[in-house]
């Protein structure tokens, strides 16, 4: 990537900056990051009302252009901050920090920050999350694990997504699932389809269970 | 996009002369575009099978990592150069004018260059290409025309790929057909799939007749 190291060192301290705030706060963020069209905002979707109850969310979700996706989200009811990032690849710390303000961030459990959908920018900005997840669509194919290794080295949790999708597109559930745990050694695996919503109550128990270790870390 | 603008200018003076290479070798350049996993690779190999005995075909591949795709290129008996590009989203002109010193240029009619996948940065690097082709597969939503402008807006042809899919996935035609004249305006459309043959023919005539054109051009 085409960095400018001295915006990359900039980015550092705003992301250690969230990270402090969102300790501060007890709200668990999550950094999610996928291809353009690997549903994204499909799972988001699913889990803002999988977690009706459980957890408070709220949304920060970053686009080139539109805000297709934050009106889709704000059907769930829950509170959506748009950002519209113009030309840019990928989100910044200090994007986020600015989207904060616009949230009620002490009536929130959960953070979930929906980036721009690209697999290869976002890994070089730390935006102070907790958990970084990235997506994985059965009609991607079965080897980019291998093809764009930076994204993937860094995810805390990979999910597979369209797995309603799976025979038609020929996945080779095998293959992908090697190559994931090659490529993302320390990530949990989920696999799911947030059409029929297979998968998706594993998904949710799992931030649920996370947010409580991560506060008895604290 | 993070971007120096030197470096910018950079590629742009060697995305002329990448140009003017191509010109004097009567070798119609493609710089192909998308999202990972739209199915860039497997339209190349239907791409150079379709044309075989029309025209004399030579690709140039970049991925972060792997020769995967290079690996499945060779299999048509087509030369083919990969480019590792590392942690770097996108390729640059002088990227391709090194990889260009390993093929037998002269001997050559059309260029294919496989760019990262990447909807976003891929946008603001000439590579000196005639015909810039945007895919965009079914699976990936119809919106994205919209939400990545820059991309879009560039394209001098749009394949819509893994028509295939178009059912299981729930592909609204219309609405992705409106969003591309919209972001695409001056871009020949195409829908195909590389896995069926559907479309492959329409496709290599549009090559072969924009070859002439572009010859009668200069």
Redesign the interface.
Known sequence: ????QA?LGANHRLAEQNRGAFRALDMLALNVVS???SGKTALLQATLNGLRGRLRCGVIVG????D?DAMRLRGTGAPVVQIATG????LEAGMVAQALKKLDVRALDLLLVEN??????P??FDLGEALRVVLL?V???E??P?????IFVSADAVVVT?MD?EA??GFDREAALRNIRQASPKAELFELSARTGSGIDAWCDYLVTARKKWLELS
């Open positions: 990537m085409v960095v400018n915006l291809s353009p069209g686009d080139l252009a539109t297709n030309t840019m690849c990928h721009v959908g690209n697999l290869v920018c890994a070089s669509s009609t991607e194919g080897d980019k291998l093809k764009y290794p930076p369209k999708l038609a597109a």
